[in-house]
């Protein structure tokens, strides 16, 4: 079993349309969680983190289930600029993060 | 602000060469990662710095494969000898404590091509 998995997709939505992705990660003592976002050819970027209470950032909602070991990202009123691979991370003891292989979404007109 | 800066952004090489990747963190940053990104494997991490120091080099595939940080603003990664199942990017990634929370950030990467 991977530490982080991810549904790979390709998610297809059209504008305006609210997608969620789900992770889950194996380690249940992993410590901190977050969202990266990778454009076509390009580096990773951080999105967002998540905290155990959930957290909003514009349209971006991330929540975290401890008890479950996932944690999930919602985006609202979809934009054309969010299609990308979202990248589910997961850090563990000390600094060491693991990198879930990403799900992709279309956003299309 | 300058990002993490990684050169050369491409390398192209034969099988058998020397490959050295570079990287300049973000200055401030005292955490270093060097991950490798496949179609096939996704990004892996490869090896990791803390002010300097290897923490841990589990990742690292081979003995081919070696990395140094002689100093708080620079890193290499060398592929000695190189092999075309090397051929990924390979960024590296600088890290600080925001919020009790380690953010990564990372540089634009090398693509390398092994023939």
């Known amino acids: 079993r991977k530490e982080v998995e991810q549904d790979p997709g390709p998610f297809n939505v059209p504008e305006g349309a609210t997608v969620a992705f789900n992770c889950t990660y194996s380690n249940s003592a992993s410590q901190s969680f977050f969202w990266y976002r990778q454009d076509c050819r390009k580096e990773p970027k951080l999105l967002m983190s998540?905290?155990?209470s959930g957290n909003e950032d514009g349209r971006f909602t991330a929540q975290l289930n401890r008890a479950s070991q996932y944690i999930s990202l919602l985006i609202r009123d979809s934009k054309l600029s969010d299609s990308a691979t979202y990248l589910c991370v997961v850090k563990t003891g000390g600094f060491k993060t693991i990198f879930g292989a990403g799900t992709r979404l279309f956003v299309k007109a | 602000d300058a990002g993490v800066i990684q050169s050369p952004r491409h390398e192209v090489t034969e099988m058998g060469q020397e490959v050295t990747l570079r990287c300049k963190p973000i200055?401030?940053?005292?955490?270093l990662f060097w991950y490798r990104q496949t179609m096939m494997r996704g990004l892996e991490l490869l090896i990791y710095f803390n002010n300097n120091v290897p923490i841990d080099d589990s990742g690292m595939p081979e003995d081919r494969f070696s990395a140094k940080m002689p100093n708080a603003s620079f890193s290499t990664l060398k592929i000695q000898p190189s092999e075309p199942r090397d051929s990924a990017v390979y960024f590296c990634?600088?890290?600080?404590?925001?919020?009790?929370?380690?953010?990564?950030?990372f540089g634009p990467g090398t693509r390398l091509t092994v023939t």
């Open positions: 200055s401030g940053h005292n955490s």
């Open positions: 998540v905290y155990s």
């Open positions: 990634a600088s890290s600080i404590y925001r919020d009790g929370r380690l953010e990564q950030y």
